[in-house]
């Protein structure tokens, strides 16, 4: 502060009447001009007083909103990574999807293919053939069609036997 309280307070001494002559007028007048001004400067002083506590003030506040974006950076900048990831994850689930519906036609596909050499003999009872149903197959068949089974050739040696070393039988000659 420029000026003290006990000063800001003072008061002019008046001036004495009888000597107001041109100079003491104009003295009077200076002294008047010179408080004004003083009152003044204090006035602003007080403004400057009141102005650097909200200047302060306003200057805890940014450091501390300095903080709080440095805080929510570092959060976002997490979050970031995160959603990288989730992203990455997201794209290979959808390829292995892709792989997935693919290996699924395929799976269909063989499943139809297998089902088109299939037969299906009706009529017998489950689990009739026993162990083996190739030798039931060879037994029933060509006793309830009166069809010889003949496999193809690629089956038999030129002797007439099947590897397994069983007899082929063969559709009769007719002499």
Known sequence: MLFSEASRHQRVPPMVEHSLTPTSSMAESTQRATMDCILQISSVGRKLESMDSAMASLTAETKSMRLDIAHFQTQVTGLEQRVTTVETRISSWVDRDQELL?????LIDL???SRRDNVR????????EGADIHYYLRETLPK???????PPRNFKDCTGYVPNGEMIPTAPTQS
Do not use: A, H, P
């Not at 693919?102 to 395929?106: G, N």
């Not at 309830?144 to 003949?150: A, H, N, S, Y």
């Open 102 to 106: 693919y290996l699924r036609s395929k």
């Open 111 to 113: 499943e139809d293919r």
């Open 121 to 128: 003999f009706l009529g017998f009872r489950e689990n009739i």
């Open 144 to 150: 309830l069609t009166g069809i010889i089974f003949d």
